[in-house]
């Protein structure tokens, strides 16, 4: 299976301050890795990997997700990982590697960091994260007849095995 993103860059642009000349790849590499340590740490590779397969499933053949996995999804993990991939991508949209500094980029100049607003924002996404998370978790545990492969460890021998709770929910530059 290639790599599945369960929202995208537009997504991300549209329901944040991110613009139109931030390049896809840094947003595409914070989906990515958003999913795989976020996400995945907060479902457990069991739930993640089914949440995965279906969404997979629907890109490529359009084959509707069930009502549990839908609800999960579109009410609960994608504003999560909205708010992670925001924390994640973050530094690397407003940091500028150069031979000569580390700064922000305006126009074609480096000027310096300013780390309040950068940790203001930083923050703010922080505060929307941890809180739907705990949404999801709570919806997760009242549902739990819906979402049997939630706790479940895998046995198979997979390189992956992560329960739910394995993440660190905070990650990234500590201001």
Do not use: W
Request: glycine share 6%; charged share 25%; with cysteine.
């Amino acid at each position: 299976m290639e790599k599945l993103y369960i929202i995208s860059p537009n997504y991300v642009r549209q329901n944040s301050e991110v613009g139109n000349d931030i390049e896809d790849k840094y947003i595409f590499r914070s989906i990515l890795s958003s999913q795989d340590i976020d996400i995945q740490g907060i479902l457990g590779t069991q739930l993640y990997e089914v949440v995965i397969d279906a969404c997979y499933e629907n890109s490529v053949s359009g084959t509707s997700l069930t009502t549990r996995l839908e609800t999960l999804v579109e009410d609960y993990l994608v504003p999560t990982l909205l708010y992670s991939v925001l924390r994640d991508v973050l530094p690397y949209i407003y940091f500028k590697i150069t031979p000569k500094t580390v700064g922000t980029q305006d126009g074609q100049y480096t000027k310096p960091v300013e780390f309040d607003l950068l940790t203001l924002l930083k923050k703010d996404y922080d505060e929307k994260y941890q809180h739907y998370i705990k949404r999801m978790i709570t919806f997760i545990d009242i549902n739990s007849s819906d979402y049997p492969e939630y706790g479940i460890t895998r046995t198979d021998g997979g390189a992956q095995n992560m329960t739910p709770g394995d993440a660190d929910y905070y990650y990234g530059l500590e201001l």
